[in-house]
């Protein structure tokens, strides 16, 4: 039901209609924000019928990529960063967010991403604008895993590590890829192909533009991308290097979970998931 309508000039300034292409704010009987997504389209009750024809195209809903747990250093806290990430979410639909309890680190949230940088803009207005001290445990990303009792096409996604099963119940367990792309001076280029080589990607073909500038292409698993890449990457290029990605496809990889143990505890929240080969 539309409660009023009108336009931003800045202010909300009243009118009896919005035409088509025209910009302003519909106030609505809304009470939960999740009945309302970026990119849906409007139309009159009386043509509910044909919705799917007026319907504008290309939008799609936001997947969540990396994830991590959110929780707070001051134990009185929780009750503020939920309030602080349901505000954050009011202009942000792209963030996932459900409760999570730590032995060790108390109650939190469970946080999706669409990436890194989404994550730390999230952390960092958190501190800002609600005066938050987060601990954030290591991010991670969704993996899609094949049960040895489920059906062929049956695969169950998990977006930590304390929900990977065990070992002995697994088959197969798939990654998010992405395809990326480094635009850097061209004299860094031996010091790139080491990093991408290191952290398991695959090169593809490198283009020339300018007199000194060169774009790499390359498709890497998004978990290497998580922690340091970054980092190494702006390191190595004396801070020139940019990174774009878009994720591509699942491919088969061979992870376990590494636990961490304080003071003989185990801490569910500390816990990761890394290849097999690099677990010792």
Same mark, same amino acid.
């Given at each position: 039901?539309? $409660? ?13 209609? $919005?035409?088509f292409g025209e910009i302003g704010y519909i106030i609505t009987g809304f009470k939960d924000l999740s009945s309302c997504r970026v990119g849906d389209t409007i139309i ?27 929780? &707070? ?9 939920? *309030? ?5 979410? $009011? ?19 469970? &946080?999706?991403?669409?990436? =890194?940088?989404? /994550? ?43 929900? /990977? ?31 991408? %080589? ?8 490198? *283009? ?5 500038? =060169? ?10 991308? /998580? ?25 088969? &990889?061979?992870?376990?979970? =590494? ?12 816990? %990761? ?8």
């Open positions: 039901e539309t $409660l009023e309508v009108g336009y931003l000039k800045p202010n909300f300034i009243k009118t009896d209609s $919005l035409f009159n009750f009386k043509d509910k019928e044909k919705a799917n024809e007026l319907k504008l195209a290309g939008y799609k809903e936001a997947i969540p990529m990396v994830f991590a747990g959110f929780f &707070c250093k001051q134990e009185t806290e929780p009750k503020e960063l939920r *309030e602080g990430l349901e505000k954050i979410k $009011l202009t942000d639909a792209a963030i996932f967010f459900e409760p999570e309890n730590s032995p060790a680190l108390g109650p939190g949230f469970r &946080c999706g991403f669409l990436g =890194l940088l989404h /994550l730390e803009i999230i952390q960092e207005r958190l501190h800002r604008e609600y005066d938050l001290e987060l601990i954030v445990t290591a991010p991670s990303v969704a993996y899609k895993i094949k049960l040895k009792s489920s059906d062929k096409k049956d695969l169950i996604m998990i977006h930590s590590s304390q929900e /990977l099963p065990n070992q002995n119940e697994i088959e197969e367990i798939f990654e998010p890829w992405v395809k990326s792309s480094i635009i850097s001076p061209k004299e860094y280029l031996g010091n790139l192909m080491s990093l991408i %080589t290191e952290k398991r990607g695959i090169y593809l073909n490198t *283009e020339y533009f300018l007199s000194d500038r =060169l774009i790499l292409y390359f498709e890497i698993p998004l978990s290497s991308l /998580l922690t340091d890449f970054y980092d190494k990457l702006k390191s190595i290029s004396s801070g020139y290097g940019s990174l774009n990605y878009e994720l591509i496809d699942y491919k088969k &990889c061979e992870v376990e979970r =590494l636990d961490v143990l304080v003071a003989e505890e185990l801490v569910d929240s500390l816990s %990761t998931i890394v290849y097999k080969d690099e677990v010792y």
